[in-house]
């Protein structure tokens, strides 16, 4: 079975720029999750999707962030402009169902440089 | 509010040692509780957790924790430390009130020394 991917694996922008990472979950996982982990710090979550509704986006700075979730199956999370406090490893997982006791898969992570 | 306190940023065991990580968590419902491992440039991969069954709860490669309510704690241990555990380690929990969110430790770096 395919894990979660994740693309790009590394991305080095200046701030004020715009970049958008991508996950693929894993096939017939419903509910999307994505996180952002700083360097020293465990990882936060930023959106919940369920199939392609948010469940939970109120950690995510919607002032410059945004996700989507087309179709229920890939997502798209974009930031612009991204600030130097952005530099993070954006972490993508997903469950069967909502969370819980349903373990969440995670992939292996889009690491953002800003500068 | 849910929050987790992983105690030390770095612990350092001699390989064969025994492994022990700390968490002790905060919530105000029955919580799950989970350890998570995150190797170099990976994602994090889950080890165990508590569902409210047994309080010992056995995970993968050999490492256990046991869920103390009256210590609100999830410690992680394994008894003989191997080159392969050097990683880094998250406790995680989620309740009800969360509507089942992870929240996360700040994770503790295990470095074992050969």
């Known amino acids: 079975e395919a894990g979660v991917a994740q693309s790009p694996r590394y991305k080095i922008i200046e701030k004020r720029q715009s970049v958008a990472f991508w996950c693929n979950p894993i096939s017939g996982h419903a509910t999307l999750y994505w996180y952002q982990q700083i360097l020293g710090q465990g990882p936060k979550l930023l959106i919940q999707?369920?199939?392609?509704?948010?469940?939970?986006d109120s950690q995510l700075p919607k002032d410059r962030f945004s996700a989507e979730r087309l179709k229920g199956v890939d997502s798209t999370l974009k930031i612009q402009p991204a600030k130097l406090e952005d530099s993070a490893v954006y972490l993508c997982?997903?469950?069967?169902?909502?969370?819980?006791?349903?373990?969440?898969?995670f992939g292996p992570g889009t690491r953002l440089t800003v500068l | 509010a849910q929050s987790v306190t992983q105690l030390g940023s770095h612990v350092s065991v001699s390989e064969g040692a025994l492994v022990l990580l700390r968490c002790n968590y905060s919530s105000s419902v029955p919580p799950y509780l989970f350890w998570y491992v995150q190797y170099p440039n990976q994602g994090l991969q889950l080890l165990l957790k508590?569902?409210?069954?047994?309080?010992l709860v056995k995970g993968i490669n050999g490492f256990e924790a046991e869920f103390k309510k009256s210590e609100t704690s999830f410690h992680l241990t394994k008894p003989s430390a191997h080159m392969s555990d050097a990683a880094e380690y998250f406790c995680a929990v989620s309740d009800r009130d969360s509507s089942y969110k992870l929240i996360f430790g700040s994770g503790t770096r295990l470095l074992v020394r050969p």
């Open positions: 508590y569902t409210s069954a047994a309080t």
């Open positions: 997982a997903s469950t069967v169902g909502l969370a819980g006791l349903n373990e969440q898969f």
């Open positions: 999707f369920q199939n392609n509704g948010v469940v939970d």
